[in-house]
């Protein structure tokens, strides 16, 4: 055990770690220090000194996030010096800080206008300089919108950009009062190595970073009598949008969902899990394929490891970073895109309406998905595959102003077709679900037998860890697939792209040898995602991701391959997994993108 | 004038140049004596905070590390200062054997120069003298190897931490302390960041034994320091001084007779107006006001023509400047300083701003993250306290 120290906070005598921080010692006693820079997810930075606190003594404040606590001292979280200059720098604060709030995406849920609110700050009495600066709005992005005038400096999305994602797309520029947070050159975030994965959205205490909208085109659709708009839900939206509807983080919503999404005006409510069962129908198939190309005919043109493609940010950061590695990647669109493509095509011939008129939202826990929705490939239905993809954020706008009370609603039940789903599509959500439901269809069309895994939970590849290693024995084989009697598939999840480069260095050296690898752009895979509810951090993941397993328990039928919609669109439409047909509409490619 | 000279120190600069006996000396010592010389002689760093050099040692040698680094800084940024520059340029020798010293008693195998940008024309110079320097070291069977880095311009990474940021090819932002460098510096491992001119006083003090320097100065302000000298004086320069002198000496040597403030320590130091020159000292603790020797020594004279509200917004226009910009209570504050003493100036504020602006100074003091942030109080709250009148007419 570590050494334990003793202090005094707020004159509250603590025990406590050596290393811990003034605030994490503080959260323990349940005493509240205001935080701007801080984040669970991210490394200290100790800029913004909201949390500045008074150690009995010391001619100095001490910024409470930064500061390790030390045996004998006394904090005083509010003395009157403290509170003088917290309200000093939250004024500082303001000062420079676009503060038009009724003007702001994020008015309502805005740390500063929260801590503003706290202190009271109704005067003004410094000099407004937000007003006077020459700030750009960067709105060229399909996916975010970066606006200087409401940023504070705080670097929260540079640590996530860099650290989390080890993107580096953000990063601090000039110095003084011309610091500013910039991208490469200054570019727009649209031409640079941005993924669009959302998670500096997510991180960002302000309204300086936010989804680009598409609410209003998508009131104009519903409103359009000649238009019949349908609408898509991921797996992940239902296990957040709860909590941005005063539900408990972690409550699955997805009936009330549905519901809510009827009253809304929608004209058919299905599900992307339907196409994630479709999803996991072709890229099983592929794997198989891939296996026995390169295990038996040493064909190595779609070589192994096979690595999924449904998450557009890991899509993109692939291009950017591992272009040599292309052919790597599972040709499958995401379930979005397949669900796009076959809304127009399928469902439009099942439905009787032209596809010229028909509408194709999707609503995801995701912006990255509105840049993927926008990528000039996805039209293979001859129309564009999904007109407008709004986040789990924007879904909860739509509610509020439509006047519905959620938590009221009943449950009702997606319409059809299109609109069934098993539980393996469900667990596409977190992290490491594609590749237990992956595992539970391609299993057993090689056995004939169920994944020997109890209740059918594929234990080693779930968890918040950032990257997981499963190994699966494949004994007792159907004769079709005789090559793989025997053969250990070795499975690899990461979820954060810094994982996920991590994991794609070590392959590309040949320090690991894997068959399969999973990965999702985001922490915590969908259901922390960068179009989630804000807050976002482990302890809501963790949540979110209890619910999601959850509902995978709750469903009757919990793999891809048994979904009878799927048995019938096979039948009716594609044919087999693979065929012609599934070429044309389910799968794609990928381009080398340049990495500046 | 002439007759209140105050003394001319010449230890600094003293054609001296026996490395290898002075070396050879130190490295047959032990840590323990050659860290109680050096905190014998009372030494304190010359960068600017004051520290005390044999601590700082101290500790280092303490400190658990998997390697260890000695730090030269010579990032000189302070406007109007150019010692170290001169120390580098016509005694580098000296601070190399300081660095040698260092090296061998906190254990460390590397030393870096981390020289200003702007210096850069000395570096094939220095690097020469670094070679000879190697040689000697050789034949006292020593590893200990230096390396010039070339700095990126900015003025605070001069700051020590954040000069380690940017040595490890980050941004140049301060990091937050603890922990300190004798914990946890460059890379992460124990290090000592020194000034140019502390670690040419260790040659005095290891060559001529810390009797000598500590003898130099009073109390708790040892030995001498090179003063860069400017503003409204006849005699310009770079003069090295005893500490604990009172600066009405200091202004009868080297004003011109009309002197109205000295800035002790630029930008980032004190103003003090004529009526207190008798009871200011010039040292690490003034007995009387309180005033600290600061970053660099310049010592500027302004005389009676100067508008002190244009001293002021020059400094201000400076740190507005200069200031890393990741902290509030500095990026903002100084822009609310400038904007605010201009703001009175015109006349869009009354002169109670000044009041204000007072108090959110002394926030800065309290809560910025480095140095720089905190000292903008310094020559804020001495000039607008001393010279109001001048800040709003
Ligand atoms: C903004 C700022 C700029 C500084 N610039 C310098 C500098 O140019 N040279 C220097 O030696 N110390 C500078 N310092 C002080 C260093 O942080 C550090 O205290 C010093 O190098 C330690 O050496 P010393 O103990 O020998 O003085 C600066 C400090 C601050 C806050
Ligand atoms: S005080 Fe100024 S220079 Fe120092 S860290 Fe803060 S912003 Fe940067």
Redesign the pocket.
């Known amino acids: 055990m570590s050494k334990m120290v003793n202090l005094k906070i707020n004159n509250i005598d603590v025990s406590i770690e050596a290393g811990t921080t003034i605030l994490s010692a503080a959260e323990k006693l349940n005493i509240k220090i205001p935080v701007l820079c801080y984040h669970k997810d991210l490394c200290i930075a100790g800029n913004c000194r909201v949390c500045v606190v008074e150690i009995v003594g010391s001619r100095k404040l001490a910024a409470a996030c930064a500061t390790p606590v030390s045996e004998g001292i006394e904090v005083m979280t509010n003395s009157l010096l403290v509170r003088n200059a917290r309200k000093h720098i939250i004024e500082l604060l303001l000062s420079e800080h676009n503060a038009d709030c009724t003007k702001c995406y994020r008015n309502g849920n805005c740390e500063l206008q929260d801590l503003a609110a706290e202190y009271k700050i109704t005067n003004q009495d410094f000099i407004d300089m937000a007003h006077d600066g020459v700030y750009s709005i960067d709105d060229l992005s399909a996916s975010i919108i970066k606006d200087d005038s409401r940023c504070i400096r705080c670097q929260r999305c540079v640590r996530t950009c860099r650290e989390l994602q080890s993107v580096g797309a953000l990063a601090v520029a000039h110095k003084g009062s011309e610091m500013k947070i910039s991208t490469f050159f200054d570019r727009p975030l649209a031409e640079v190595v941005c993924t669009n994965c959302g998670q500096c959205i997510i991180h960002c205490p302000t309204g300086a970073l936010i989804e680009k909208t598409y609410i209003e085109r998508v009131w104009d659709a519903i409103a359009d009598p000649d238009k019949h708009v349908v609408v898509q839900t991921a797996p992940a939206v239902r296990v957040g949008l709860g909590e941005e509807l005063e539900l408990q983080t972690g409550e699955r919503v997805t009936g009330k969902m549905v519901a809510a999404l009827r009253r809304l005006g929608f004209d058919s409510i299905l599900d992307t899990d339907f196409t994630a069962d479709l999803t996991i129908m072709e890229e099983g198939t592929e794997l198989l394929h891939r296996l026995k190309a390169n295990l038996v005919e040493g064909d190595h043109t779609e070589p192994l490891p096979m690595t999924t493609s449904c998450s557009p940010g890991w899509v993109k950061f692939f291009e950017h970073t591992f272009p040599e590695m292309l052919d790597n990647m599972s040709t499958c669109k995401s379930p979005q895109q397949m669900f796009g493509a076959l809304a127009k095509t399928y469902y439009a011939k099942k439905v009787d309406v032209d596809p010229e008129n028909i509408v194709s939202v999707s609503i995801m826990p995701c912006t990255a998905k509105k840049f993927e929705a926008n990528r000039p490939e996805m039209r293979d239905s001859g129309y564009k595959d999904v007109d407008f993809v709004l986040t789990t954020r924007e879904l909860a706008v739509m509610i509020k102003q439509a006047g519905i009370q959620f938590v009221d609603l009943p449950d009702e039940k997606y319409d059809s077709i299109m609109g069934k789903s098993s539980g393996a599509a469900v667990i596409f959500g977190a992290t490491g679900g594609v590749m237990e439901a992956a595992l539970r269809t391609a299993y057993e069309i090689v056995t004939g037998r169920e994944v020997p895994f109890e209740n059918l939970n594929i234990e080693p590849v779930r968890g918040l860890e950032g990257v997981r290693e499963a190994t699966v024995k494949i004994e007792k084989v159907l004769p079709e697939w005789k090559f793989l009697e025997g053969a250990e598939l070795k499975c690899c999840v990461a979820h954060g792209l810094s994982n996920a480069k991590k994991v794609m260095e070590q392959v590309k050296s040949g320090e690991k040898e894997y068959h399969f690898i999973e990965i999702m752009a985001c922490p915590g895979g969908c259901l922390g995602g960068g179009g989630q509810p804000i807050p976002t951090n482990d302890e809501v993941r963790k949540k979110r991701m209890k619910a999601i397993y959850d509902e995978d328990t709750s469903l009757a039928i919990r793999k891809s391959h048994e979904n009878p919609e799927i048995v019938q669109i096979y039948k009716e439409f594609l044919g087999e997994p693979l065929g012609k047909q599934s070429h044309k509409l389910l799968h794609t490619e990928y381009f080398e993108r340049q990495r500046y | 004038m002439g007759k209140n000279m105050l003394k001319r120190i010449d230890l600094i600069f003293k054609n001296e140049h026996d490395c290898d006996i002075i070396l050879e000396k130190i490295f047959k010592r032990t840590n323990e004596e050659l860290i109680n010389d050096l905190i014998g002689s009372g030494l304190k760093?010359?960068?600017?905070?004051g520290?005390p050099?044999g601590l700082?040692w101290k500790l280092t040698s303490e400190a658990k590390g998997e390697a260890k680094y000695v730090i030269c800084?010579a990032?000189?940024?302070?406007p109007g200062t150019f010692k170290d520059r001169e120390i580098l340029t016509q005694v580098p020798h000296k601070v190399l054997t300081g660095m040698a010293a260092c090296g061998r008693i906190i254990g460390a195998k590397k030393g870096f120069i981390y020289l200003r940008a702007e210096y850069n024309y000395l570096k094939p110079s220095l690097q020469k003298e670094i070679d000879t320097f190697h040689e000697t070291l050789k034949k006292l069977k020593s590893d200990f190897r230096i390396e010039i880095f070339s700095g990126s311009g900015a003025?605070?990474c001069?700051?020590?931490s954040a000069l380690m940021e940017s040595m490890e090819g980050h941004r140049g932002e301060p990091r937050n302390k603890p922990p300190f460098p004798t914990d946890a510096g460059y890379l992460g491992q124990p290090t000592v960041?020194?000034?140019?001119e502390?670690l040419a006083h260790c040659w005095t003090i290891f060559k001529h034994g810390p009797k000598k320097f500590r003898d130099l100065g009073v109390q708790d302000s040892r030995g001498s320091k090179l003063f860069s000298i400017s503003g409204d004086t006849p005699t310009p320069g770079i003069y090295e001084l005893e500490l604990g002198m009172s600066l009405q000496d200091f202004v009868d040597d080297f004003g011109d007779g009309d002197s109205k403030a000295v800035q002790v320590g630029g930008a980032a130091g004190f103003c003090v107006p004529r009526k207190k020159f008798r009871e200011t000292a010039i040292g690490y603790q003034g007995k009387l006001t309180g005033i600290s020797l600061p970053?660099g020594g310049s010592m500027m004279i302004f005389n009676s023509s100067r508008s002190m509200y244009n001293v002021l917004k020059n400094y201000l226009e400076f740190f507005e400047e200069e200031s890393c910009g990741q902290c509030t209570p500095c990026r903002v504050g100084c822009q609310q300083l400038l904007r605010g003493i201009e703001a009175v100036k015109r006349g869009d504020k009354p002169h109670y701003y000044l009041t204000k602006l007072l108090r959110l100074t002394e926030t800065m003091k309290m809560t910025a993250k480095?140095?720089?942030g905190q000292s903008v109080a310094n020559s804020f709250s001495s000039i607008v306290e001393n010279f109001r009148e001048e800040m709003i007419y």
Do not use: H, P, Q, S
Request: net charge negative.
């Open positions: 760093g010359r960068g600017g905070a520290f050099t700082k800084n990032d000189e940024g302070e003025y605070i001069g700051e020590e960041v020194n000034n140019v502390t970053t480095c140095g720089l």
